[in-house]
């Protein structure tokens, strides 16, 4: 197969020392920020892009890749140490992980996302290198009414599924899709939604609403109600993992990873689904049920944590063979894309070649690095938890003014990102789900785009986005995921309120 | 109904109705907006304005169906995180500084340079949020000069210097 000749050659590029030390400096930063409370991969991928304005783009995209892989990483030891719950897709590793950190088995379970984390990582790169491809390949055939379609699936399901009430999903998605008109039309060069004014003519960019709406609207929730009182950081103790512990973690980390890639890698997926599908798996085949939700099992924390690096994984095939951001970092990353000319899509493979194989080849190089970063070093990153939160929200605030004013260089970007963060703090503070709106901003010039070049073929006739084999598969797939999926979400919510409120589902299990 | 707040369960939902119209009357005003949008001749049977007018009616039918399930008791869920205490009442003083410094940054950015002004928003936001403003101001000095030297001389990223204009290590 050429594949692998393409992927040795991407090892090529992405072992050249310069490379190696941007995958470095990418893993390091990633693992640094991501670890920080209150910043999720998406937020670690927006504050960090400015870094990378000025570097041509291979260099570029494997610091990416690397910090992709990096925030993911640093998010499971945040959740596992510190008693509080994050964000939605570390919220199972943090009910198991911080269990069994409490009980003294916090080096173990440190342990077991990590090396989980790398297996899982290893392994659906693996797939990605055998799936992506091929599927650019079959992508290329696909003409607008598919990528309609596509579209569609993508916007619905991630209103839908991002979030826990349908409604705000939605109204989350439409201002995110509002905001992506504002600006100048691609197609007749006509100014919408501008309202005369020089700097919306160029339209809003994702990476200033990313940070406005991730850094500037999380720093002003947490302003408004800071948890106050001592921190409460469990400290890692116990022993490292025993050959028990890897007896009991191998099979959760391959059964983590089987149900994370898939997922993530479909338009519908994301990383929250998965973690609840391992963890109820895991639970339920545990031999150590006891420990679940007492002392911590080690199974329920090997694989969450390995099916949420799978769907970061699974994540990349849609992103960059169909140019179809799954998730707010994905869109970041496109938007990161964009920034250098490159379109991700089915042309990626054809027209940048070099660069996709050294970023593919760099995701299983920064794997490694994480790994050995993250063992030995797990101590220095726990400092991290420490930094008190005054000093951490007002260097996020910092870092997110820099972002603003980097990209153009004009103060009018930064009153965008601070109105764009007054937003946030609203949608936040009204459970109004703050992806949604993220993917819709990316996601909806490349539908609108797609729709009227269908509908300027087809001289105006509608039955041109339904009429093709692929779209109305896609259609019908639709109808039948959106159902399964309601079930599903409804077993997965079920599963984790009798993890929240264990007390009110089962009341003879009190110790 | 007593006053006393007893959990989120007896919130009043006036702000959240708010909000929820508030996002209908952005729907309206988008469609009423799209209809201003020149449609030139040229343009085929989908001009510029079909996709905005559907987004308007996705956000008038979305902020109504956030209207109905707030009525029917199922209120929204205030995003959860680490650092939030989602049961304390909004501190609207601290919300206020932290805008205020951010807005205050803005202003100074192209007067004073990157670096002070970074060092200003720092000193403010840390100090809203309880640190002691005298190390806020001294860590936010440091670390505005240090990331202006960073991204200037390292990342050759331009940054105005402001004040500091033909300093070899911040103006780029």
């Not at chain 1, 764009?420 to 490349?446: E, K, N, T």
């Not at chain 1, 109808?479 to 009798?498: F, H």
């Not at chain 2, 609207?92 to 340079?113: C, E, F, P, Q």
Request: aromatic letters at 8%; zero cysteines.
């Amino acid at each position: 197969m050429g594949d692998i000749g393409s992927l040795v050659d991407g090892f090529g590029t992405a072992l050249q020392p310069t490379y190696l030390l941007y995958a470095l400096l990418g893993v390091t930063l990633g693992t640094a920020v991501g670890v920080l409370p209150g910043i999720g991969p998406a937020m670690t991928v927006a504050l960090l892009l400015p870094m990378t304005y000025k570097l041509e783009p291979t260099g570029a995209f494997i610091m990416f890749a690397g910090i992709y892989y990096g925030g993911m990483y640093g998010g499971s030891t945040t959740s596992i140490l510190l008693n509080t719950p994050g964000e939605s897709a570390s919220i199972i590793t943090a009910i198991e992980g911080n269990k069994m950190a409490r009980s003294g088995r916090g080096a173990a379970a440190l342990a077991t996302a990590a090396i989980g984390s790398f297996v899982a990582g290893t392994i659906a790169t693996v797939a990605l290198t055998l799936t992506a491809p091929a599927l650019a390949d079959f992508a290329v055939t696909l003409g607008d009414p598919d990528y309609v379609a596509l579209a569609v699936v993508a916007l619905i399901t991630v209103s839908a599924l991002l979030g826990s009430s349908v409604s705000r999903g939605l109204a989350s998605l439409s201002i995110g899709l509002l905001f992506g008109l504002v600006g100048t039309d691609n197609l007749t060069g006509q100014q919408r939604f501008t309202f005369g004014l020089p700097v919306l003519g160029d339209g809003i960019d994702v990476v200033t609403f990313a940070v406005g709406v991730f850094a500037v609207g999380e720093t002003l929730w947490v302003a408004s109600r800071l948890r106050h009182g001592p921190l409460q950081i469990v400290p890692v103790g116990g022993g490292w993992m025993t050959r028990q512990d890897f007896r009991r973690s191998w099979r959760p980390w391959l059964r983590g990873t089987a149900l994370g890639f898939p997922i993530g890698a479909m338009p519908a997926g994301g990383a929250e689904i998965p973690t609840f599908l391992s963890y109820a798996a895991e639970k339920k085949l545990s031999r150590h049920k006891e420990e679940f939700g007492t002392t911590g099992a080690i199974e329920g924390v090997a694989g969450p944590e390995a099916a949420n690096n799978a769907a970061a994984a699974g994540v990349l095939v849609p992103l960059l063979t169909l140019g179809l951001p799954t998730s707010a970092t994905a869109a970041v990353l496109i938007a990161a894309f964009q920034g250098f000319g490159i379109q991700p899509g089915p042309l990626l493979f054809e027209n940048e070649p070099d660069l996709v194989w050294a970023l593919i080849a760099s995701l299983y190089i920064g794997n490694v690095l994480l790994l050995v970063l993250n063992l030995p070093l797990v101590g220095l990153w726990v400092r991290l938890l420490r930094v008190p939160r005054p000093y951490l929200y007002a260097g996020i605030l910092m870092f997110a003014a820099l972002g603003g004013y980097a990209l153009n260089g004009v103060t009018t970007d930064l009153w965008v990102l601070l109105a764009i963060g007054v937003l946030g703090y609203v949608m936040r503070r009204f459970g109004y789900p703050i992806a949604p709106a993220v993917i819709g901003l990316i996601l909806g010039p490349i539908a609108e785009e797609h729709l009227r070049r269908t509908l300027a073929i087809s001289q105006g006739d509608a039955t041109a986005l339904v009429t093709t084999p692929f779209a109305a598969t896609i259609y019908t797939l639709l109808a039948i995921g959106i159902v399964a999926t309601l079930v599903l979400r409804r077993r997965a919510k079920r599963v984790l309120d009798q993890i929240v409120h264990p007390e009110q589902v089962d009341p003879e299990v009190v110790p | 109904m007593h006053e006393e707040t007893s959990g989120t369960a007896e919130r009043a939902p006036v702000p959240e109705i708010a909000v929820a119209i508030g996002v209908v009357a952005l729907g309206l005003f988008t469609i009423v907006d799209a209809h201003r949008i020149t449609v030139p001749l040229s343009s085929n049977a989908v001009g510029p304005r079909v996709f905005p007018y559907a987004v308007g009616v996705a956000l008038v039918v979305a902020g109504v169906a956030v209207v109905l399930a707030v009525l029917r008791g199922e209120p929204g869920d205030p995003e959860g995180g680490e650092d939030i205490d989602v049961n304390a009442p909004t501190d609207w003083l601290t919300l206020a500084k932290v805008i205020a410094g951010l807005a205050l940054h803005i202003a100074l950015v192209d007067r004073l340079g990157w670096a002070l002004a970074a060092a200003v928003l720092f000193t403010v936001v840390a100090w809203a949020l309880g640190a002691d403003m005298f190390r806020a101001a001294m860590v936010g000095v440091v670390l505005g000069f240090v990331v202006q030297a960073i991204f200037v001389s390292g990342l050759n990223i331009s940054l105005p210097a402001g004040i500091f204009d033909g300093v070899s290590l911040l103006s780029g």
